[in-house]
């Protein structure tokens, strides 16, 4: 008589995930990491620039991040012009990485494997998901914050439960906001990716209607944009920068906006991969991420403006928009006005419901479920992202707009090294080619092996792109009025000047070591993945060696196929 399963093996069988059986590869492959057949990519244009509205731009973040602007010296105008600048080149930048999600229809940790190695993948991987708790725990805040004034303005006596938390850096209303926001945003983590395109399209008309609504109440009140416009130095408190102190302030500005969103722009493919065609996240991308987050920043600015004159008794700059909020529904103090808060309020936790889920924890639960198959889905590495929010404290990160800049900033140390290797590998070196079954492999059978799965070429391009940029990363955080030099410029470059020497680094690196097979591609569409459409314009000729050697045009024509 057989004996029976022990409970913790029954256990063990019962939260392993179903693994594809359907293709013949070494790893564990599991329905969300797999390249997506067609029935699975529902995403076309318009869906992608609700995506980006709620993402990128029509939220709390895209609101703050140019209103902090003013902290380091620059007036308005300027803050504006910074904005514009560097949005712009985040618009070309999230087309770039978005482009192999679009293509080949894989997520952002296989696209690591390719030039990073089987193994190798693991190092910025690691950076990823940490980098996702970090702004799934920021936006749960955010959203917290606007519930406590929507709470406040149904029961005023919500802000009786004032007893300071956390070294004063919070209140109990703080608190409980926050652990009921967090349960508002579990049932959202149920759906699937596929399932938000609608949501996001109906949630971002909602937020931006009423971001415009704010500015003409704000400015309408305040009869103009308010005395930050004209005299940002004597509101603010912040002396004006001129001279060289200017241009190196603007080059801060700029890049500290690269930083605000690098981890969007670094793990694109993550959400593009369920686009229907390769060209559906193009012009989305190009026109949304720009448009969009430069206008919610630059109203976010003349609100800012408006509350500096209609409320003159606030000790400080109201730059974040549930502050903002919350100083109308105290000084207005009318019926009207705290239902015109509380709309907006629900307004804005919308947005950040999308952020939180769609943005933060569904890609964290892609990332976590490329990483452990077996054991994670996309919705279960949402939740397991959702449960570190108390580990990371969002309430200290956030406490003032200098150490949010000085947060985000630190990332351009890390992620622009990175964005230069992947674009230097994919673009230049491969020619937007990917063997799909190996990146699937776990042997040196495997064209991404390379040594013992590691991709050295990598590991040194971006120690070289790092280095550089520590001792200021060391200033900010220690001294961060204080000017080093040089270190400090080279700190304010980081983004541009970390991608731009470990992408040159690493084409020099495969000029002396060349990467064998770098063009190729399998013979087959081993994952179902293409459908029954046109050949992939990337297929062609030279494009089509495999790691065997060459197939025909006709036959590779037959079988590879995009949407």
Not at 121 to 139: E, G, K, Q
Not at 230 to 255: E, M
Not at 264 to 282: F, I, L, N
Not at 525 to 552: H, K, P
Request: some cysteine; overall charge neutral.
């Amino acid at each position: 008589m057989a004996s029976k399963t022990s409970l913790p093996g029954r256990l063990i069988r019962w939260l392993e995930v179903e693994r594809d059986t359907d293709t013949d590869v070494e790893i564990y492959v599991n329905k969300d990491t797999r390249p997506l057949p067609p029935s699975r990519r529902p995403y076309g244009p318009w869906h992608f620039i609700g995506l980006w509205m709620i993402t990128g731009s029509f939220n709390v973040g895209g609101w703050t991040t140019g209103s902090s602007l003013i902290s380091l010296g620059l007036n308005v105008w300027q803050s504006m012009i910074a904005i514009i600048v560097a949005h712009t080149l985040m618009g070309f930048v999230c087309v770039l990485g978005g482009q192999p999600g679009a293509k080949w229809h894989i997520g952002f940790p296989m696209w690591m494997k390719q030039n990073w190695g089987i193994w190798g993948y693991l190092f910025p991987m690691m950076i990823r998901v940490f980098l996702s708790f970090v702004w799934t725990s920021t936006n749960i805040w955010y959203g917290s914050q606007c519930l406590r004034v929507l709470l406040t303005c149904i029961w005023p006596s919500f802000l009786n439960l004032d007893t300071p938390l956390a070294s004063g850096t919070m209140k109990v209303y703080d608190f409980v906001s926050f652990l009921v926001y967090i349960v508002l945003c579990l049932p959202l983590m149920w759906f699937n990716p596929e399932s938000y395109k609608r949501p996001f399209l109906v949630a971002s008309t909602i937020v931006a209607s009423c971001v415009f609504v704010l500015l003409i109440w704000s400015t309408a009140r305040a009869h103009g944009g308010g005395i930050l416009l004209a005299d940002v130095s004597g509101v603010s408190g912040v002396a004006p920068a001129s001279g060289s102190a200017l241009g190196w302030a603007f080059v801060y500005a700029v890049t500290s906006n690269m930083g605000g969103i690098a981890t969007h722009m670094w793990s694109q493919s993550d959400y593009t991969r369920y686009a229907r065609k390769p060209g559906d996240q193009v012009l989305a991308q190009l026109i949304m991420v720009p448009l969009g987050t430069i206008i919610v920043a630059c109203i976010g600015i003349v609100c800012t403006s408006c509350a500096a004159t209609l409320y003159p008794q606030e000790k400080s700059l109201l730059w974040q928009p549930y502050a903002f909020l919350e100083a109308v529904r105290k000084h207005e103090d009318s019926q009207g006005a705290r239902a015109g808060v509380a709309f907006a309020s629900i307004a804005f936790m919308m947005s950040q419901f999308g952020i939180v889920v769609a943005s933060n924890s569904v890609v964290a639960g892609i990332d976590l479920a490329a990483l452990l198959p077996r054991w994670f889905t996309v919705r279960r590495g949402g939740y397991f992202t959702i449960a570190f929010v108390f580990i990371m404290q969002p309430w200290a990160l956030l406490n003032s707009a200098t150490n949010f800049l000085t947060v985000v900033g630190s990332f351009n140390v890390f992620l622009g090294p990175l964005m230069g290797i992947m674009f230097a590998d994919y673009f230049l070196l491969r020619k937007r080619t990917v063997k799909l079954t190996d990146l699937y492999g776990n042997s040196s059978q495997s064209i991404y092996w390379y040594v013992k799965g590691w991709n050295w070429r990598a590991a040194v391009a971006w120690a070289a792109g790092v280095w550089f940029l520590m001792p200021g990363l060391v200033q900010r955080g220690v001294a961060p009025k204080a000017d080093w030099g040089g270190w400090t410029r080279l700190y304010q470059l980081a983004w541009f000047a970390g991608c731009l020497s470990s992408g040159l680094v690493y084409l020099a690196l495969d000029y002396f070591w060349p990467i064998p097979s770098k063009t190729a591609v399998d013979d087959l569409d081993y994952f179902g993945t293409f459908g029954d459409a046109e050949v992939l314009s990337g297929v062609m000729d030279e494009d089509r060696i495999t790691s065997g050697g060459t197939e025909s045009k006709e036959s590779i024509g037959e079988k590879i196929t995009d949407v």
